[in-house]
């Protein structure tokens, strides 16, 4: 079965732009969370969401926001974007149970100028 | 709050060689506990799990990992490494009481393989 599709892979925007970031979760998987990953900060959690409501979030500034649609694709937004956004954004389906594994796709690499 | 160290930044070992990958949490209570695998530029890939029962788990690429209660670790090891190892690998937990989507990782150990 297909895995977890992000799409766009490489994106670049510029300093004060907004962008807006792709997941399409495995299908029958309720739960999509977002993990950004950089080199000084590592992998953070983001937020997660599950049947179309944010189920958990991170700590993380209000310029990150998501949604989810009802066939559970999820979509990550980042407003008025800063040099330190520069990252690899993750997202990860599960069933969404306590537990459950997570599988994760390869990515969007944003680089803001 | 729950936390995950990774000791090592950075390991090399000759190809053939043993592996040994170092993880301790801070948890309160048992949670999940993975290990992942992310080659550059790529996304993460589940090596193994632990959730409960048998405190020796087998994953895929002939990976290992031991939960220690006692030492609050979950060391990976392979019994010898092959090229295609070279990549970074990540420990991972989630609270027992969470979403498993609600991961909390460590730094991170990049392994290098020596031919």
């Known amino acids: 079965k297909a895995g977890v599709t992000q799409t766009p892979r490489y994106l670049i925007k510029t300093r004060g732009q907004q962008v807006t970031l792709s997941c399409s979760p495995i299908s029958g998987h309720r739960s999509v969370s977002w993990y950004q990953q950089t080199p000084g900060q590592g992998l953070q959690f983001l937020f997660e969401?599950?049947?179309?409501?944010?189920?958990n979030k991170g700590n993380f500034p209000g310029r990150f926001s998501g949604r989810q649609f009802s066939n559970s694709r999820s979509e990550m937004n980042v407003s008025t974007l800063e040099l330190g956004d520069s990252a690899l954004y993750l997202c990860a389906s599960s069933r969404g149970g306590a537990g459950t594994e997570a599988f994760f796709g390869q990515g969007t690499r944003l680089t803001v100028v | 709050a729950q936390s995950v160290t990774q000791p090592d930044i950075h390991i090399t070992v000759s190809e053939g060689a043993s592996l040994e990958l170092r993880c301790n949490y801070s948890y309160g209570a048992t949670p999940y506990l993975f290990w992942y695998v992310q080659s550059p530029g790529q996304g993460l890939q589940l090596l193994l799990k632990?959730?409960?029962?048998?405190?020796l788990v087998q994953g895929i690429k002939g990976f290992e990992a031991e939960f220690k209660r006692s030492q609050s670790s979950f060391n990976l090891r392979k019994p010898s490494v092959h090229w295609s190892d070279a990549a970074e690998y990540f420990c991972a937990v989630v609270p027992g009481y969470s979403s498993a989507s609600k991961i909390i990782f460590g730094s991170g150990t990049r392994l290098s393989i020596r031919p």
């Open positions: 632990y959730f409960s029962g048998d405190t």
């Open positions: 969401y599950f049947s179309e409501t944010q189920r």
